[in-house]
Every structure is written in C-alpha cells, then in structure tokens.
Nanobody, 123 residues
C-alpha cells in the first residue's frame, strides 16, 4: 500500500487549503482512511477519518471547519480545511487500513501512513 500526500503549504489564519492523498494497493472491501497530524513537541492527533460507506469522524478541534472526502474513481482521499488557525500548523499524514471509525477523527488502527505534507498557518 502506498499513500502519497500533496497540497500542504503556508497560509494566513482564516485561509483554506485542500490536502490530497493518492492511495494505491489498498484492496480491502472494508477500510478506514484518514488524516492525522503532529506538531513539533506535541503528540500525534487524529483529525478526520472516513470509511467505505462514507461515514466520517472528526476531532472536536476541526469540526465545522474541515471536511474529509474520497473519490473512489481516482483512489484519492481529500481534506478540505477552512478557517485555518495557527494551532492547525502541523505535519499532516494520510493513513489507511482495514479498520473502522473511532471517535476523535481516528481510524481504529492503521498500518499504512504517507510521508506527510506540512501545513503552516501564520497569524
């Protein structure tokens, strides 16, 4: 399984970004894909996750601002981020496996993770 993220960058607070993750080799009929993030000196945090039927889970800190979606035809996972805040600054990673949704924007487990894309939000 390969996960390749893109779309990170630097934006001002209040701005928007869309992250993409191209997924290859994931053959499970039941799966969970999502986004996690990690800022320097902080622990890893679940952001948003989606399963095969389109059900989603979000971290409380991003609810109403971020939207996770997938395009099955393009094998691509997206994260639309609006109203960005400086505290959203982190390395964002795409994750995937055969698990299910968990609270707080997590998949129940994941074995596969992309290389990450940096998001920096300036005040």
């Amino acid at each position: 399984v390969q996960l390749v993220e893109s779309g990170g960058g630097r934006v001002q607070a209040g701005g928007s970004l869309t992250l993409s993750c191209e997924v290859s080799g994931l053959t499970y009929t039941s799966y969970c894909m999502g986004w996690i993030r990690q800022a320097p000196g902080k622990s890893r945090e679940g952001v948003a996750a989606i399963v095969e039927d389109g059900s989603t889970s979000y971290a409380d800190s991003v609810k109403g601002r971020f939207t996770v979606s997938k395009d099955n035809a393009k094998n691509t996972l997206y994260l639309r981020m609006n109203s960005l805040k400086p505290e959203d600054t982190a390395m964002y990673y795409c994750v995937a496996d055969s698990g299910s949704l968990s609270d707080g924007g997590w998949c129940s487990y994941y074995s596969y993770r992309g290389q990450g894309t940096q998001v920096t939000v300036s005040s």
